[in-house]
């Protein structure tokens, strides 16, 4: 069935860096446009970043320049490098294709904090 798992979250200070995995499973990982969602309490789960199978990626303003996101089809892995950290990146991050859909994983919870 399908599946994402999420890993890598955690605990950083204001500047400091991440980088995210994501384990797909039960789609056809190689050819899917692949994407990173994040979500606030309260607030709606927001498409920050993507990957097509061609590796040509798309990121929403407020990340550019700071999340770099990539692919490694050979282990259906999705990962995003985050750099330069700020409070507002606190979220629970998920993985899913960038069409989004109704599984989804458990997220992995980015806490940005000093």
């Known amino acids: 069935q399908v599946q994402f798992v999420e890993s890598g979250g955690g605990l950083v200070q204001p500047g400091g860096s991440l980088i995210l995995s994501c384990v797909a499973s039960?789609?056809?990982?190689?050819?899917?446009?692949m994407g990173w969602y994040r979500q606030a309490p309260g607030k709606q789960r927001e498409l920050v970043v993507s990957?097509?199978?061609?590796?040509?990626?798309n990121y929403v303003k407020s990340v550019k320049g700071r999340f770099t996101i990539s692919r490694y089809n050979a282990k259906n892995t999705v990962y995003l490098q985050m750099n330069s950290l700020q409070s507002e990146d606190t979220d629970v991050y998920y993985c899913n294709t960038a069409l989004g859909g109704i599984v989804w994983g458990e997220g992995t919870l980015v806490t940005v904090s000093s």
């Open positions: 039960g789609i056809s990982f190689s050819i899917r446009t």
């Open positions: 990957v097509t199978s061609g590796s040509l990626t």
